[in-house]
């Protein structure tokens, strides 16, 4: 009975012990998993070669890491058809004065299952994965008129994470609330709804994703 009594005060000494910030651990070498505490597992960069163009990058990672994983390509590399091959070009070769991107936005319009969706779950991924080892505490949100049409996104990200030994290293998707995470960089991505998007915002993204775009209720919201 005195044991007993023993084991529950030490419990509840244990218990009040103050909650480790994520920061803290990180720089230790150990991360936070549920209500775990792990040493962190250390991956080297992906390798991909430099190339002059970064839109050669988004492609190699696109080959190298990605496949299909529905219909008749599933498991095989996902090389982009050349529309695909062109609005990436558009996007992160087309250049200003100032040398930076000049498009901070851009519109693709393609009739339905025409792989809208997987390329902006690719786009995510390369943001995800390489992007975020040049751009600490990366953060990546898509959005969507419900929960559920924001999810698209994430579920065909995970589904392609799965498929790719590489990324499944890195990325640790969470289904419960449509989240993914890189420990290693501290990236992460989430889909919204446009309604708790606009209530709350984007909390300094650096990419995001909007799925049907048409479906929003107003413009005011997405610009």
Known sequence: MKQSVKTKIRR?????????????????????????????????PLKIPKFRLESQRVIYFFKNYLVHTMGEWANKPFNPLSWQVEFIQNIFDTKGEDGLRRYKKALLLVSRKNGKTLTSSALLLYWLVVKSEEIPNLRIYSAGATK???????????????????????????????????????????????????????????????DEMWLQKSVDFVS
Do not use: C, W
Not at 182 to 202: C, I, P
């Open 148 to 210: 559920e049409q924001a999810a698209l996104v994430f579920d065909a990200s995970s589904q392609m994470i799965e498929a790719s030994p590489e990324l499944k290293k890195r990325l640790r998707p969470i289904p419960r609330y449509k989240r993914i995470v890189n420990h290693k960089t501290g990236a992460k991505y989430e889909a919204l709804s446009s309604d708790v998007a606009g209530q709350y915002g984007f909390f300094n993204s650096q990419f995001i994703i909007f």
């Open 12 to 44: 509840k000494n244990l218990g009040g012990r103050p909650r480790r910030p994520d920061s803290e651990l990180k720089l230790e070498g150990y991360q936070r998993i549920g209500k775990r505490i792990k040493k962190a597992k250390i991956f080297s």
